[in-house]
Structures are given as C-alpha cells and as structure tokens.
C-alpha cells in the first residue's frame, strides 16, 4: 500500500513556524496549571477505567509519567493484561507542549499492531485569548500504524464470509494473517472550565482523516467528549468522561464509553 501523508497533517504543519515565532504572550508555570492541564509537566501515576455503553466490554489502564525538569517528561501507559503499551515522551515549550509516543496492540485472535505518534496542545491563553475563563487548548498529530491482521481469506474458505459466523479465526476457517501499514492525523481542540477552585469543566471533539484501505477509501471519523475533573488537594484528583468515537471502518454504530480516571501527582 503506497501511504501519503493526511492532509490534516499538512495543514497543522504548516500553522507551526507562525506560531513558533508569535510574540511572547503569557506563560503559566506547571503550579498555576490546572490537574487537567494537557501542558501540565509533573510527576504522576493514574489509574482509568472505562466501559463500552452497548457491549459488556471494559478495560483499565495504568499509567505514570516522571518530570525531568519543568518542561520534559516521560510517559508510559499499559493495560491490564499487557496486551497494550505506550512509552514515549513530552516537551514543553512556551507556546505548547509536543508529545511523542511509541506503542503496540496485541488482540486475542493473534493479530498485532505498532504504532508511533506525534501530537500537539497549544494554549490559546499564550496569546491572551481565554474568553470568559474558558482555556482553549487546539490540538493535532499524526500516527503510523504497521502490523498484522487476521482476514478472510474467501478463495480458500467461504464459510468465513457468512454472516454470523462464529468459529475460530484459524486457517483451518479461511483466517490467514496479512501485513498492514497505514497513516492518519487527527485535528480538534480540547477545553477546560474551571468552575470552582477544585471543579473543572472538561470537553473535547476532533476529527480524522488516513490513508486509504483496501477499498481504496480514505479513512475518516470523528471523536468527542463531556466531563468533570475535580482536586481533593494538590496531590490527588479525578475525572470523569463520557465520549463517542466513529470512522467509516466500524460496521455497527458510533462506540460510546464512560471513563473514569484517578491521578496522584508527586
């Protein structure tokens, strides 16, 4: 499959040198930060747990990060059962913070899936925007994905194109595995209203676009999200999310999840 580089991607590339050379605007210190601050650069361990609305399907994920110096950091996140990971890195500039990840997926019918990314927030406080005490927070990344997938191979089993079918997915089914390569970028913006001292108003919303799959159609899809996030003190802090996700590889509807979140900072 011959990639090409999303054109959402192209576009935030090409927001970057005006920003990188906007002039000096306001500079918050991780302590004037909001918990959560997605520029925010401290030491911290989290625990998340969260669930599909329409399938008996849940996971809980671990993570931490440990600070450097007061603009870089390192990030690792993994499931419960291993069978995803993420290791990667922060670095905070003044005008946002650049994020970059290496990862890998392991699904229970054998397949595997490497991923690396790159990603941004840039606070729009910087420039002295922040109306009515809302901290606009616009964001964008790119991904590459390369790996493994278990399809049907229908020349050497039929039975595997039913509809409903329900077996293993083994050669002995029509199941074989095939190499996979692909690309996506992501553009949206993340928002935080502090509506108390402890309580914070959280949402977000984006969209995506990739390169094309074997049908020959680009990937495409869109994600958003309401929330709270509340600090019982400077150490310890919770959020709460409810998101929807959808792309035009999904077969049944648009995936809803709940997630709950628990952080303690050092």
Known sequence: ????????????????PPLAFAQAGIVKTNQQKSDDDPTKVTTKVGVAWSDNYDMNDSNVDFSGSLAFDEARKMNVKVNSDASEWRV???????????????????????????????????PLSYFGFEPAGFQIFPMAGYTYNTGDQIVCDKNQHRACTESGFSGDPSE????????????????????LK??????????????????????????????????LGYSFDK????????????????????????????????
């Open 1 to 16: 499959m011959t990639l090409r580089p999303p054109s959402l991607l192209v576009l935030c590339l090409s927001l970057l």
């Open 88 to 122: 990667g890195g922060s670095w905070l500039f003044p005008v946002g913070i650049l994020n970059f990840n290496f990862g890998k997926n392991e699904y229970p019918n054998g397949a595997s899936q490497t991923n690396y990314s790159v990603g941004t927030f840039i």
């Open 172 to 191: 002995e089914n029509g199941f074989t595995a095939m190499d996979t390569s692909g690309s996506s970028g992501y553009l949206g913006a993340f928002v």
């Open 194 to 227: 502090p509506l108390t001292p402890s309580l914070r108003l959280l949402s977000f919303a984006g969209v995506t676009y990739g390169s094309k799959n074997d049908d020959g159609e680009n990937y495409k899809g869109y994600f958003g999200g309401l929330g």
């Open 235 to 266: 150490h310890n802090s919770i959020s709460g999310f409810t998101y929807i996700q959808d792309n035009n590889t999904y077969i049944d509807d648009a995936e809803k999840r709940f997630k709950l979140s628990y952080k303690y900072q050092f």
